[in-house]
C-alpha cells in the first residue's frame, strides 16, 4: 500500500512563501487523485486543494484560492503545496491525502483513504 510523508513545514512569518512536500512509496501515486487537508487546533480537518492524477486540473478552498498552488510530479511521486502570503490563520497541520474516486468529489474527505501523518505549519504574525 502506498505511504505519504508530508514536509516543509514548521515556523514561518506571515506573508512568506513556503512549500510542502508529500512523497509517495510505490508505483501507484500517478493512478490517484491528490490533496492538501489542513487542521487547526480545535476545528475539523478541512480542505485545501486537490490535483487530478493527470494534474490537468485543480481545485482550492475559497480561503486559499490565488495564494496557494497545488502541483505534482508523477516521475517523482511527489506531491507540493506552494503557500504564498500566508496569514496567521494559515495555521494548522497540513495532511496529504491519495483518493481514487470521481473528480466530482475531490474536495470532500470521504474520497481519501490514504493520508499522511501531517505537517505542522505555524504562521505567526
Known amino acids: 500500500q502506498m505511504q505519504l510523508v508530508e514536509s516543509g513545514g514548521g515556523l514561518v512569518q506571515a506573508g512568506s512563501s513556503p512549500r510542502l512536500s508529500c512523497a509517495a512509496s510505490g508505483r501507484t501515486f500517478s493512478f490517484y487523485t491528490m490533496a492538501w487537508f489542513r487542521q487547526a487546533p480545535g476545528k475539523e480537518r478541512e480542505f485545501v486543494a486537490t490535483i487530478m492524477y493527470t494534474g490537468t486540473m485543480t481545485s482550492y478552498a475559497d480561503s486559499v484560492r490565488g495564494r496557494f498552488t497545488i502541483s505534482r510530479d508523477n516521475d517523482k511521486n511527489t506531491l507540493y503545496l506552494q503557500m504564498n502570503s500566508l496569514k496567521p490563520e494559515d495555521t494548522a497541520t497540513y495532511y496529504c491525502?491519495?483518493?481514487?474516486?470521481?473528480?466530482?468529489?475531490?474536495?470532500?474527505?470521504?474520497?481519501?483513504?490514504?493520508w499522511g501523518q501531517g505537517t505542522q505549519v505555524t504562521v505567526s504574525s
Open positions: 491525502a491519495a483518493g481514487g474516486s470521481s473528480w466530482t468529489r475531490a474536495t470532500m474527505i470521504s474520497t481519501y483513504d490514504l
